[in-house]
């Protein structure tokens, strides 16, 4: 096997899989604030909690990773309500309307890396255990991130196991096979919350392609096929060759029942149609968009696919995609945490973009790669070395234009406005792998009690 392009990123990844580990007492976010950064867009920053305007977040949820709590807080961080979980996060959290909190915990299999979760805990505002459940086993465990369908089922990315044999029987290389943990490439579930049965499901395998065995299932032309994921296809960090796709962030568009998924090995992100049957997921048609489980869209990375040399790239190992929401400016447009690489190139970046949307909702592509060649809005921070976080990060569009985004590996949250200028910024001082910030407002925190909500 080729050696690992960097032994830091590996140090990394493998000091986030220590999750499993036992955990720190909670002792509460760090409020310390931390130096201002210019950014592309000029102006000066204001890190205070008392500058004008305030931010137009007055609420933030977010669960730190070495941490059993998870913390709903102010715009001085000062906690405002928390809640305890058993195990460390399988990375997400969310709340949900009435308070409560749904959030990923460890549970199940042996099979541990980084986001590695297997349980999925609700709990009340008061803290009381409403219900677990528990998926993984010697097959499968999910991780990393999830989301609430508007029928209330939960959407999650799990791991699942195919054997060394398997893989090299699909046309994988054999030197790119963990011979010891064999391959776990990635499926997408929907999970009924109160049964745990599976109603909806996506698979990786299902839509492979390979150039390299003609006697192998899905043998054909990569690039003529861009629909489909290469089996081949790793980055060079050779020493994770059993987590072949990692796909850490998931995102829905209720209006196109669309997923968008971000597959960190692969440096791009894929969007999925989510309107076909499990069956139709598993095949080549059907679906609002007609392509069954395939990709309709992927973008970051040509490379994947064959389409353009690996110098024309737009992410680096990327986090939480999302949808900016209706009347949001930008709305329809897609954020994303570009998050870099150790070594390579050690700066993160959040980029705005506007997929190619055609009216029967699939995506137009001219020539052999999807656009856009440039995102709409990127934030840089000057000097760009200045922002860097080589594992996890988050952005989220928020209601005025302003972008909140969580710098996740020191756990710093900042809002910039759309000059690049910072307006609020604070620390939590431990890593974080997501932030969702609240208005005072928001539907979510109705009826709680909280100042200035509803």
């Known amino acids: 096997?080729?050696?690992?392009?960097?032994?830091?990123?590996?140090?990394?990844?493998?000091?986030?899989?220590?999750?499993?580990?036992?955990?720190?007492?909670?002792?509460?976010?760090?409020?310390?604030?931390?130096?201002?950064?210019?950014?592309?867009?000029g102006g000066e920053t204001d890190t205070g909690s008392t500058g004008e305007p305030a931010p137009p977040a007055a609420y933030f949820l977010y669960a730190p990773l070495l941490e059993t709590e998870t913390y709903l807080v102010d715009r001085d961080l000062a906690v405002v309500h928390?809640?305890?979980?058993?195990?460390?996060?399988g990375s997400a959290a969310l709340l949900l309307p009435g308070g409560e909190l749904l959030r990923a915990g460890l549970a199940g299999n042996d099979f541990a890396f980084a986001g590695v979760g297997g349980l999925l805990e609700r709990q009340s505002w008061a803290g009381d255990p409403l219900s677990e459940l528990v998926y993984s086993d010697e097959t499968h465990r999910q991780h990393h991130d999830f989301l609430v369908l508007p029928s209330g089922n939960i959407l999650t990315i799990a791991w699942e196991y195919k054997s060394?044999?398997?893989?090299?029987?699909?046309?994988?290389?054999?030197?790119?096979?963990?011979?010891?943990?064999?391959?776990?490439?990635?499926?997408?579930?929907?999970l009924d919350p109160a049964s745990g049965a599976v109603v909806w499901e996506w698979h990786v395998w299902d839509h492979i392609i390979q150039d390299r065995d003609p006697m192998a299932p899905a043998f054909g032309v990569v690039a003529?096929?861009?629909?489909?994921?290469d089996l081949n296809f790793i980055d060079d960090y050779g020493e994770l060759y059993f987590d072949w796709n990692h796909i850490n962030g998931l995102d829905y568009h209720p209006e196109l029942d669309q997923i968008v998924l971000s597959p960190l090995r692969f440096s791009e992100i894929w969007i999925i149609d989510h309107s076909t049957t499990s069956a139709e997921a598993?095949?080549?048609?059907?679906?609002?968009?007609?392509?069954g489980g395939d990709l309709l869209y992927r973008w970051g990375n040509p490379s994947a696919y064959q389409a353009a040399p690996l110098e024309s790239r737009h992410l680096y190992h990327q986090h939480d995609p999302r949808w900016i929401p209706p009347g949001y400016p930008g709305a329809g447009n897609l954020t994303i945490f570009n998050n870099g690489l150790?070594?390579?190139?050690?700066?993160?970046?959040?980029?705005?973009?506007?997929?190619?949307?055609a009216p029967d909702?699939?995506?137009?592509?001219?020539?052999?790669?999807?656009?856009?060649?440039?995102?709409?809005?990127?934030?840089?921070?000057?000097?760009?070395?200045?922002?860097?976080?080589?594992?996890?990060?988050?952005?989220?569009r928020l209601p005025d234009g302003t972008t909140l985004i969580n710098q996740g590996e020191k756990g710093r949250f900042f809002i910039v406005d759309e000059g690049g200028t910072i307006v609020w910024e604070k620390s939590h001082g431990q890593g974080v792998f997501r932030v969702d910030g609240f208005t005072a407002d928001d539907p979510a925190l109705a009826g709680l009690g909280l100042p200035g909500g509803g």
């Open 342 to 357: 150790p070594d390579e190139h050690e700066e993160s970046t959040v980029v705005e973009i506007t997929p190619p949307l």
């Open 282 to 291: 598993a095949s080549h048609s059907g679906g609002e968009a007609g392509r």
């Open 1 to 41: 096997m080729p050696a690992p392009r960097s032994a830091s990123l590996l140090a990394l990844v493998t000091a986030a899989a220590l999750a499993l580990a036992p955990a720190c007492a909670g002792g509460g976010p760090e409020t310390t604030e931390t130096s201002a950064t210019s950014t592309t867009g």
């Open 82 to 89: 928390s809640w305890t979980s058993a195990t460390r996060p």
């Open 164 to 190: 060394p044999e398997e893989a090299q029987a699909a046309g994988r290389d054999p030197a790119t096979i963990d011979m010891s943990r064999g391959l776990w490439p990635d499926s997408v579930v929907e």
């Open 361 to 396: 909702g699939t995506y137009t592509r001219e020539g052999a790669a999807w656009g856009p060649e440039l995102p709409v809005w990127e934030y840089i921070a000057d000097p760009p070395e200045s922002f860097f976080s080589a594992v996890v990060g988050s952005a989220q």
């Open 224 to 229: 003529d096929h861009p629909e489909l994921i």
